[in-house]
């Protein structure tokens, strides 16, 4: 599919392409007809409230194999590292495993509570009380405080919200609490609280983790989303939503994230017109009411008899002429008063220009979505007819093409609205190179155009209603078109990644890579249920618990598709709730404990 | 709840060795949460030969939570509001530890006195004045010491009871002095304007 048309610089001309429509290589090739399945082990995955133990198992897994820790220490490391399996690696190669561990917080200590047999009576710094060396407790650290107290430290600093950083209580020492010995006194006292520093522990592994981010959805599906590579790419949830997994708001592609805010507040607040009113009028120096200047000289005067100068907007004399004001010598008085007005509504036009196409292609691919409907009905009357025409999959296939590049067209516009304007770029491209680089874009991104709305009248075309030889004449159309569009959305990526934004000095500008398939749909993530999660330190069994095995099982198996291994992991057998504690992951733990 | 019992223990533990150490706490209330501390001014510093009195209200869940202080004599110091008194020290806030006491933060709040840190500065002016012209903020420092922090050979006990014996409740006459900084004069002339 990738190969198909490459090196073909012909097919981009969309009157060529009729014309070679009757070639038939192009019609039998099945290649052309692009699997509109979720592909195959793709890279995002989706966390569910079902799957997050599991997740955060295998990464703790791996640094417990790797450094031989008990769980809270790996956790405490990878919590320090944001669950960085890699950076934490590289940290201990760089500075040592004494250095790692010292700097995260963790002790180990292997002669944990063995000196507390000696004497029966400990003496508690905190409460200043005799107690019995039983209802002591002694951190990996050494340090060691009465049960009492120890309880009274953990449920303060649950309820700030720091579970999961609980330092020792001696001063100065920066040794993290084992989390069985916190999970093990709290609960006796407050079992609820228990249960919360269970949830943060277990939400650190999204909140804290750079790869992994909750699914923006409103009201929240639950899920969140785990990348493997590349944080700057758009992916599906499994409920559904399409987002930009770096910004969080939607798939805004080749828009930039930083664009994109810009466009998206700007089409808000209509900054454009707030602009056209501050180029007429300028808040006086002295009483700040904001007043207008009507043509004339650049000297204006206020309504409280103030006057100052209109172009850096400081009090003056009323004594000037056209060029000078008495006494002020602000050197931009001079300046052509015109050429700003100007510019304002140069602006604003330019803006109006890319935010009309812009929305044009929005509202489109609105409108061709509602078409979908009438179009597979349109697939289903066809297939029920009386015909040698079998496989309508290229109409679905069209469709998919069509609304990936309606995307792709619409926020090409609010892309080249900042990449060949004055805000963003303006030291980075001298008048030529820009206007060189702003025609090669509008080329593509007229081609593309073109392409898309032919594609769009094919697919409204009442092909259900065609004899079987206009049927296959608008297959072919179809096909053909949708090889050309993707062809065209895969180089402009290509000229925005290498040619536009790849050649900026200053600042950097990601997108998320082009994908022919569309936006990928995150695939869940296939756990095991087998394990007793609500034990500290417990280890899993060897078939899944191990960073090989737990990886097999994340990649959908065989020919299924992502959607046929979710099922597979639904079916498994599964325990309600964490151990006996029953977390609402519906929302993330700071809105819960909000509430 | 506070650990009553611990407090307690501190308040004793501190009295034993007042005199080494020159820090006092006493109670305000019968319950307590609300106490008095006592420090006097560290020798060489402009707060030489002063003696600054803290108020202090212990949180519910002291001490796994820190003690709420401030100072009630006014002192001009980088890291400590010139206004309400208020204190800018680490271990008040995210560096407590419950391992500390009453008596040692206080001594820690007697060595920031020492040792100032204008550049996490509680009052801005102060620590402007700090760090472009030193001497000019050990002249307005140790003038604040004069006038605020020696008004009178009198404890703040015996001008409570001074107060109170001219006709004014305890209350008042405590909520008075506080607020204007223990000044015995000054907070006279509150009560009767009250
Ligand atoms: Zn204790
Ligand atoms: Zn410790
Ligand atoms: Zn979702
Ligand atoms: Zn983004
Ligand atoms: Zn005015
Ligand atoms: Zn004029
Ligand atoms: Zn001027």
Redesign the interface.
């Given at each position: 599919m990738d190969d198909f048309m490459s090196g073909d610089e012909d097919y981009y001309d969309s009157d060529h392409s009729e014309s070679d429509l009757d070639s038939p290589d192009i019609i039998e090739n099945d290649e052309a007809d692009v699997q509109w399945a979720p592909p195959k082990g793709s890279s995002t995955k989706v966390i569910t409230k079902e799957s997050l133990l599991a997740a955060q198992k295998e990464d703790l897994r791996r640094v417990m194999d790797l450094l031989s820790l008990r769980e809270h220490h790996a956790r405490t490391l990878l919590i320090h590292h944001r669950w960085d399996v890699e950076k934490l690696l590289a940290v201990l190669v760089e500075k040592g495993k004494a250095s790692l561990f010292s700097d995260a917080g963790v002790t180990v200590n292997e002669d944990t509570g063995s000196s507390l047999s000696f004497s029966s009576e400990v003496m508690c710094d905190i409460c200043m009380e005799e107690v019995s060396a039983d209802t002591a407790t002694k951190m990996d650290c050494g340090h060691c405080f009465c049960n009492e107290c120890w309880t009274g430290h953990f449920i303060v600093k649950i309820n700030e919200g720091q579970s999961r950083r609980i330092r020792c209580m001696a001063h100065k020492c920066n040794a993290i609490c084992d989390e069985a010995i916190v999970r093990n006194l709290v609960s006796k006292k407050h079992p609820d609280l228990a249960e919360k520093f269970d949830r943060f522990l277990l939400e650190s592994y999204i909140e804290d983790n750079k790869m992994v981010k909750w699914c923006p959805s409103t009201p929240h599906c639950g899920n969140a989303i785990r990348v493997e590579e590349d944080e700057f790419c758009e992916v599906e949830c499994a409920c559904g939503l399409q987002f930009c997994f770096s910004c969080l708001s939607e798939a805004h592609s080749p828009c930039s994230c930083w664009m994109w805010e810009l466009w998206a507040k700007k089409c808000r607040d209509e900054s454009e017109t707030v602009n056209w009113i501050t180029v007429h009028t300028k808040p006086c120096p002295k009483c700040h009411k904001p007043v207008e200047k009507n043509g004339g000289c650049n000297l204006v005067s206020c309504i409280c008899g103030q006057a100052f100068c209109w172009l850096c907007g400081g009090a003056t004399g009323r004594d000037h002429t056209w060029s000078r004001i008495t006494g002020h010598s602000c050197g931009r008085y001079k300046e052509d008063k015109a050429n700003k007005t100007e510019r304002a509504k140069r602006d604003l036009y330019r803006y109006m220009h890319y935010h009309n196409r812009y929305k044009a292609h929005t509202d489109s691919f609105k409108l061709e979505s509602k078409l979908k409907e009438t179009i597979l009905e349109k697939v289903s009357i066809s297939e029920e007819r009386e015909s040698r025409l079998r496989d309508f999959s290229w109409v679905t296939n069209g469709l998919c093409r069509l609304f990936r590049s309606r995307r792709v067209l619409s926020y090409s516009y609010p892309f080249a609205f900042y990449m060949f304007g004055d805000e963003l770029f303006r030291d980075e491209m001298d008048l030529q190179e820009r206007e060189i680089k702003q025609h090669l874009f509008e080329d593509q991104q007229q081609q593309l155009e073109a392409n898309v709305e032919k594609l769009s009248k094919n697919l409204e075309e009442p092909f259900d209603q065609y004899p079987d030889d206009k049927v296959m004449e608008i297959r072919m159309q179809v096909i053909n078109l949708s090889v050309i569009t993707d062809n065209l959305c895969k180089k402009m990526y290509e000229c925005i990644e290498n040619d536009l934004l790849g050649c900026l000095q200053l600042g950097t500008h990601n997108i998320a890579p082009y994908k022919s398939k569309g936006i990928e749909r995150a695939s869940e993530l296939s756990t095991c249920w087998t394990t007793k999660p609500n034990t500290a330190d417990n280890c899993l069994p060897l078939d899944c618990g191990t960073s090989g095995g737990s990886s097999e099982h994340d990649r959908p198996s065989g020919s299924g598709s992502s959607d046929d291994s979710g099922c597979f992991s639904r079916k498994r057998p599964r325990k309600e709730g964490f151990g006996g504690g029953f977390f609402d992951l519906n929302l993330p733990a700071e809105v819960i404990d909000r509430n | 709840m506070v650990?009553f019992?611990?407090v307690q223990?501190?308040l004793q533990e501190c009295s034993r060795d007042m005199e080494a150490s020159g820090i006092k706490i006493a109670p305000v209330s019968d319950n307590l949460v609300h106490l008095s501390g006592t420090i006097p001014g560290p020798i060489g510093t402009p707060y030489e030969g002063g003696t600054f009195h803290l108020d202090i209200k212990l949180p519910d869940?002291y001490?796994?939570?820190p003690p709420k202080m401030h100072f009630v004599t006014k002192v001009w110091h980088p890291n400590i509001s010139s206004q309400s008194g208020a204190i800018c020290l680490d271990i008040l806030k995210d560096q407590w530890?419950?391992?500390?006491t009453l008596k040692t933060a206080l001594l820690s709040v007697q060595a920031l006195l020492s040792a100032p840190e204008p550049d996490d500065p509680q009052d801005a002016v102060v620590a402007q004045q700090y760090l472009r012209d030193y001497q000019t903020f050990q002249g307005t420092a140790r003038y604040w010491t004069e006038s605020f922090a020696k008004t009178s050979s009198l404890g703040v006990e015996e001008k409570v009871q001074k107060l109170m014996e001219m006709g004014f409740p305890e209350s008042l006459v405590r909520s008075a002095l506080e607020a204007v900084g223990g000044d015995e004069n000054m907070a006279l002339e509150k009560l009767c304007s009250s």
């Amino acid at each position: 599919m990738d190969d198909f048309m490459s090196g073909d610089e012909d097919y981009y001309d969309s009157d060529h392409s009729e014309s070679d429509l009757d070639s038939p290589d192009i019609i039998e090739n099945d290649e052309a007809d692009v699997q509109w399945a979720p592909p195959k082990g793709s890279s995002t995955k989706v966390i569910t409230k079902e799957s997050l133990l599991a997740a955060q198992k295998e990464d703790l897994r791996r640094v417990m194999d790797l450094l031989s820790l008990r769980e809270h220490h790996a956790r405490t490391l990878l919590i320090h590292h944001r669950w960085d399996v890699e950076k934490l690696l590289a940290v201990l190669v760089e500075k040592g495993k004494a250095s790692l561990f010292s700097d995260a917080g963790v002790t180990v200590n292997e002669d944990t509570g063995s000196s507390l047999s000696f004497s029966s009576e400990v003496m508690c710094d905190i409460c200043m009380e005799e107690v019995s060396a039983d209802t002591a407790t002694k951190m990996d650290c050494g340090h060691c405080f009465c049960n009492e107290c120890w309880t009274g430290h953990f449920i303060v600093k649950i309820n700030e919200g720091q579970s999961r950083r609980i330092r020792c209580m001696a001063h100065k020492c920066n040794a993290i609490c084992d989390e069985a010995i916190v999970r093990n006194l709290v609960s006796k006292k407050h079992p609820d609280l228990a249960e919360k520093f269970d949830r943060f522990l277990l939400e650190s592994y999204i909140e804290d983790n750079k790869m992994v981010k909750w699914c923006p959805s409103t009201p929240h599906c639950g899920n969140a989303i785990r990348v493997e590579e590349d944080e700057f790419c758009e992916v599906e949830c499994a409920c559904g939503l399409q987002f930009c997994f770096s910004c969080l708001s939607e798939a805004h592609s080749p828009c930039s994230c930083w664009m994109w805010e810009l466009w998206a507040k700007k089409c808000r607040d209509e900054s454009e017109t707030v602009n056209w009113i501050t180029v007429h009028t300028k808040p006086c120096p002295k009483c700040h009411k904001p007043v207008e200047k009507n043509g004339g000289c650049n000297l204006v005067s206020c309504i409280c008899g103030q006057a100052f100068c209109w172009l850096c907007g400081g009090a003056t004399g009323r004594d000037h002429t056209w060029s000078r004001i008495t006494g002020h010598s602000c050197g931009r008085y001079k300046e052509d008063k015109a050429n700003k007005t100007e510019r304002a509504k140069r602006d604003l036009y330019r803006y109006m220009h890319y935010h009309n196409r812009y929305k044009a292609h929005t509202d489109s691919f609105k409108l061709e979505s509602k078409l979908k409907e009438t179009i597979l009905e349109k697939v289903s009357i066809s297939e029920e007819r009386e015909s040698r025409l079998r496989d309508f999959s290229w109409v679905t296939n069209g469709l998919c093409r069509l609304f990936r590049s309606r995307r792709v067209l619409s926020y090409s516009y609010p892309f080249a609205f900042y990449m060949f304007g004055d805000e963003l770029f303006r030291d980075e491209m001298d008048l030529q190179e820009r206007e060189i680089k702003q025609h090669l874009f509008e080329d593509q991104q007229q081609q593309l155009e073109a392409n898309v709305e032919k594609l769009s009248k094919n697919l409204e075309e009442p092909f259900d209603q065609y004899p079987d030889d206009k049927v296959m004449e608008i297959r072919m159309q179809v096909i053909n078109l949708s090889v050309i569009t993707d062809n065209l959305c895969k180089k402009m990526y290509e000229c925005i990644e290498n040619d536009l934004l790849g050649c900026l000095q200053l600042g950097t500008h990601n997108i998320a890579p082009y994908k022919s398939k569309g936006i990928e749909r995150a695939s869940e993530l296939s756990t095991c249920w087998t394990t007793k999660p609500n034990t500290a330190d417990n280890c899993l069994p060897l078939d899944c618990g191990t960073s090989g095995g737990s990886s097999e099982h994340d990649r959908p198996s065989g020919s299924g598709s992502s959607d046929d291994s979710g099922c597979f992991s639904r079916k498994r057998p599964r325990k309600e709730g964490f151990g006996g504690g029953f977390f609402d992951l519906n929302l993330p733990a700071e809105v819960i404990d909000r509430n | 709840m506070v650990d009553f019992g611990r407090v307690q223990k501190e308040l004793q533990e501190c009295s034993r060795d007042m005199e080494a150490s020159g820090i006092k706490i006493a109670p305000v209330s019968d319950n307590l949460v609300h106490l008095s501390g006592t420090i006097p001014g560290p020798i060489g510093t402009p707060y030489e030969g002063g003696t600054f009195h803290l108020d202090i209200k212990l949180p519910d869940g002291y001490p796994f939570e820190p003690p709420k202080m401030h100072f009630v004599t006014k002192v001009w110091h980088p890291n400590i509001s010139s206004q309400s008194g208020a204190i800018c020290l680490d271990i008040l806030k995210d560096q407590w530890s419950p391992a500390l006491t009453l008596k040692t933060a206080l001594l820690s709040v007697q060595a920031l006195l020492s040792a100032p840190e204008p550049d996490d500065p509680q009052d801005a002016v102060v620590a402007q004045q700090y760090l472009r012209d030193y001497q000019t903020f050990q002249g307005t420092a140790r003038y604040w010491t004069e006038s605020f922090a020696k008004t009178s050979s009198l404890g703040v006990e015996e001008k409570v009871q001074k107060l109170m014996e001219m006709g004014f409740p305890e209350s008042l006459v405590r909520s008075a002095l506080e607020a204007v900084g223990g000044d015995e004069n000054m907070a006279l002339e509150k009560l009767c304007s009250s």
